[in-house]
């Protein structure tokens, strides 16, 4: 039996030849896929256009980032306003995404005009596989509507080292979920507050200096995304305890600027290339130093 998969992305108006509102409609059948790619056309004068879109898939390895080119179409056509250019590909094997295996397609396009307009767009689909049998879900914190994709990216990792693979939060970020590798659903009795998992609240780099007392320090994690780093520390006291709120500050050295401080974690906005030193400063205690490179 096929199953159909429509995805329709907004993407912005160009000058001369406009794909506002490309959709990809996806077959599934057994271990293959068609997809069929649709572009409006919206452009002064009748023209030649060229377009040219490869589909491929990311492959993240640590350190780099390798693109799969699994399909490649070329379409030249005479176009006007109101034009609908269509194109279609196949992807054997397909990839289906789940939140172990998060692939993300992409159709990228470049169109090329007669006129001498030249115009490059990317649309994302993607082939959903079966939501997991155990679900273990958390609720994303409300108010945090100064966030951009780079906090919540770093955010939602940070959720799946702790074995986190669903949450509940709002709509708009479906994409970012898809692309980590988290299922966007409602919540049930078992999820749980962000709050038991991870900082919620993120004070301005000038937090007061206090908390309660602990014995040790470690880094539990770090995530980067474009931009920004999330450093998670971890602190214990005497009888191995989690300290929820130790006294700690946090300096930065080197092209980043130290954004905002949780209780115990901190987002560093990254300025320019090269390393980052980040300082740890707690009361009584040897200062943790680390480089983030």
Not at 40 to 57: A, D, E, W
Not at 194 to 201: P, S
Not at 208 to 218: Q, R, T, V, Y
């Amino acid at each position: 039996m096929k199953a159909r998969l429509l995805i329709t992305t907004l993407l912005a108006a160009i000058s001369l030849a406009a794909a506002a509102q490309p959709a990809v409609e996806t077959t599934v059948d057994g271990g293959k896929a068609e997809v069929r790619l649709t572009i409006p056309v919206k452009t002064s004068q009748v023209q030649t256009g060229t377009f040219v879109t490869r589909i491929l898939y990311r492959e993240y390895i640590p350190g780099r980032i390798i693109e799969h080119v699994v399909a490649e179409s070329r379409n030249i056509e005479h176009v006007w306003d109101g034009k609908n250019v269509i194109q279609t590909f196949e992807v054997d094997p397909v990839l289906l995404w789940t939140p172990a295996t998060p692939t993300v397609y992409y159709a990228r396009t470049s169109a090329e005009f007669s006129e001498g307009a030249k115009e490059n767009h990317e649309t994302t689909f993607l082939f959903r596989g079966p939501r997991p049998a155990v679900i273990r879900g958390a609720v994303l914190p409300a108010g945090k509507e100064g966030w951009d994709e780079d906090h919540w990216e770093c955010c939602l990792r940070q959720l799946k080292l702790q074995g986190i693979n669903a949450v509940a939060g709002p709509a708009s970020l479906l994409p970012v979920c898809d692309y980590v590798g988290m299922v966007l659903m409602e919540a049930d009795d078992s999820f749980l507050p962000y709050a038991r998992i991870l900082d919620e609240d993120f004070f301005p780099v000038g937090r007061e200096f206090k908390g309660g007392a602990f014995s040790k320090l470690a880094l539990a994690a770090t995530f980067r995304s474009k931009t920004l780093t999330l450093v998670q520390v971890q602190a214990t006291d005497r009888n191995n305890r989690l300290v929820e709120n130790p006294p700690i500050t946090f300096e930065v050295s080197g092209p980043a600027v130290l954004e905002s401080a949780g209780k115990a974690s901190a987002f560093i906005r990254h300025t320019g290339p090269g390393p980052v030193t980040v300082t740890l400063k707690t009361k009584n205690r040897p200062n943790v130093v680390m480089t983030l490179r």
